[in-house]
């Protein structure tokens, strides 16, 4: 095995383990911020990892551009999200907060069916 | 001995494991939030299984298929978020 197999496989591993902390993250935190902040951060950066590994693996210029454009989308994406959903995390805590809810508007968002 | 190639194989199969993991938080809720972040985790997770395995069998179409993945990731969640209700102070 070559150096450059072992970065490869070094790397891979490390990204692997990314993965799964941020699925475990999203099972096992108890609020919906914390599962927020293991779904964007930690699944991305396993992400990355995984490209890296796989772009040194291919050894070609145009591959690896081609690839690093998969992780900057990916990472685009993940910001844009999670922004759209922690302010609409924010509104639904404030109107959980409010003196007299709406009991016609709390059912047709999320209440039970 | 392996080599690298069935270690990426390997590597589909077990972000194929996680993404099954982050269903079960889909299926739980308990909101819609959690719901829509638990897909949003699926979809990382096929991009991810895509490069991987577009790598271990050489193909660079898989690629094609992982950028793909990756720029239509936001829509869904901004689709969700549109068709939230309005904060009540408008009403």
């Known amino acids: 095995m070559s150096w450059t197999d072992a970065v490869v496989l070094a790397l891979l591993g490390t990204g692997l383990a990314f993965y ?4 475990l993250g999203l099972l096992r935190f108890p609020d919906t911020a914390s599962r927020l902040h293991a779904l964007t951060k930690a699944d991305n ?11 040194l693996y291919w050894g070609s210029l145009a591959v690896a551009a081609k690839i ?34 709406d009991a016609a508007d709390s059912a047709r968002d999320g209440g039970p069916r | ?11 589909a199969i077990f972000l194929l494991l996680t993404v099954a993991a982050a269903l079960v938080r889909c299926w739980r809720g308990p909101g819609p939030v959690e719901r829509i972040m638990a897909a949003q ?18 193909d660079a179409a898989f690629l094609d298929a992982a950028l793909i993945g990756t720029l239509l990731a936001a829509v869904a969640v901004t689709a969700f978020v549109r068709g939230t209700p309005k904060p009540r102070a408008k009403g």
């Open chain 1, 45 to 55: 950066l396993g992400l990355g990892l995984v490209a890296l590994a796989a772009a």
């Open chain 1, 68 to 101: 690093a454009l998969v992780w900057l989308f990916a990472v685009i994406a993940a910001g844009t999200t999670s922004q759209l959903l922690a302010r609409r995390t924010r509104l639904d805590e404030a109107r959980l907060h409010e003196p007299h809810p």
């Open chain 2, 1 to 11: 001995m392996w080599r690298v190639a069935d270690w990426f194989t390997l590597a």
């Open chain 2, 41 to 58: 985790l699926a979809g990382t997770g096929v991009i991810g299984v895509a490069v991987v395995l577009g790598t271990a069998r050489g």
């Open chain 1, 20 to 23: 799964a902390a941020g699925s």
